[in-house]
């Protein structure tokens, strides 16, 4: 007997897919924090003082070989034993997504900074520009333009990350729609909702790196 599918089912409960949405846009943004983290640790990483570098890359090397699940994990059950302090679900994975995506922004500006010609800085600092200011002056503008399409991949990556939340009874998009399932018995449109809702989520994330790249490799 053919499946029968019942895409009727999953629009009487759309609202719960809002909701979930809501949740993804809340961890994604609150992991986006990392951003800046991740500047810094990427400065430091690609620093000659070891007092800098050291530290920097141990932190990077150590988040990009522990699988984020655990992490998660870690600081949900087992920081508050080491520390008493006992984060929410939703707080937790925000920290965690934080400081995992930190490590991947950190290798983006690193490569990024170290792919603009090493001349530039010592030509601004001839001039009397501190580093601070020929970095943001002159160094950043330019390397920004080459960290584009990696910051977009590793955006949408951190989108889809977000569905680790559910392990924690985080009430995301994956985490509804496991709920939903569990009320009507329709998996497959389910899941294929789900599916449709993440691309929906992050192909015009894709598409604006991609729009973005080929303007400014047109202007350059």
Do not use: C
Request: no cysteine; hydrophobic share 50%.
């Amino acid at each position: 007997m053919p499946y029968t599918w019942r895409f009727d089912v999953v629009w009487d409960y759309r609202a719960v897919f809002e909701r979930g949405a809501i949740v993804t846009a809340e961890l994604t943004g609150g992991a986006l924090l990392g951003l800046v983290l991740g500047l810094v640790l990427g400065m430091a990483k690609g620093s000659r003082l070891p007092i800098l570098r050291i530290p920097a890359t141990v932190y990077v090397e150590f988040f990009r070989s522990t699988p984020t699940l655990v992490q998660l994990v870690w600081i949900y059950y087992s920081l508050p034993i080491l520390t008493g302090l006992q984060l929410s679900g939703i707080l937790a994975v925000m920290v965690g997504l934080g400081l995992n995506a930190a490590a991947y922004f950190a290798e983006i500006f690193r490569a990024g900074i170290a792919s603009i010609d090493r001349g530039q800085m010592y030509a601004a600092q001839s001039i009397g520009m501190r580093y601070s200011q020929a970095m943001r002056r002159i160094i950043l503008p330019q390397a920004i333009r080459r960290m584009v399409p990696p910051f977009m991949n590793e955006v949408a990556n951190l989108i889809k990350l977000t569905t680790l939340a559910s392990v924690l009874a985080v009430a995301e998009l994956l985490h509804e729609s496991q709920n939903l399932i569990t009320n009507t018995f329709r998996p497959l449109e389910v899941y294929t909702t789900l599916a449709i809702t993440f691309a929906a989520i992050i192909f015009p994330i894709i598409y604006l790196s991609r729009r973005l790249e080929y303007a400014w490799g047109a202007h350059s």
